[in-house]
């Protein structure tokens, strides 16, 4: 088991997936941001762009699998 880091898209930070697994919402230990564990083939990264503001596309590292996203913000399926 390899301890994966992924940087966070809106502040850089370093997060460490663990054992997230894809579809997995987390949350950056550094700015508190909400992130998603996303397969990289399917991140759309104009469609994040425009879903939400103040995240760098650049950030998003598209040759890791998984990567980290901005997590949705529409559907919150926290549950309780
Ligand atoms: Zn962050």
Same mark, same amino acid.
């Given at each position: 088991m390899s301890i994966c880091t992924r940087r966070? #898209?809106? =502040?850089?930070a370093d997060v460490e997936l663990g054992n997230y697994i894809l579809g997995d919402i987390l949350e950056c #230990? %550094?700015?508190g941001s909400e992130l998603e564990v996303r397969d990289p083939n399917k991140v759309d990264l104009k469609e994040l762009t425009r879903e939400h503001e103040?995240? *760098? #596309? @650049?950030?998003? %590292?598209? @040759? =890791? *699998? #998984?990567t980290l996203v901005p997590a949705p913000s529409e559907k919150e399926d926290w549950g309780e």
């Amino acid at each position: 088991m390899s301890i994966c880091t992924r940087r966070c #898209p809106f =502040c850089h930070a370093d997060v460490e997936l663990g054992n997230y697994i894809l579809g997995d919402i987390l949350e950056c #230990p %550094d700015c508190g941001s909400e992130l998603e564990v996303r397969d990289p083939n399917k991140v759309d990264l104009k469609e994040l762009t425009r879903e939400h503001e103040g995240f *760098n #596309p @650049s950030w998003v %590292d598209l @040759s =890791c *699998n #998984p990567t980290l996203v901005p997590a949705p913000s529409e559907k919150e399926d926290w549950g309780e």
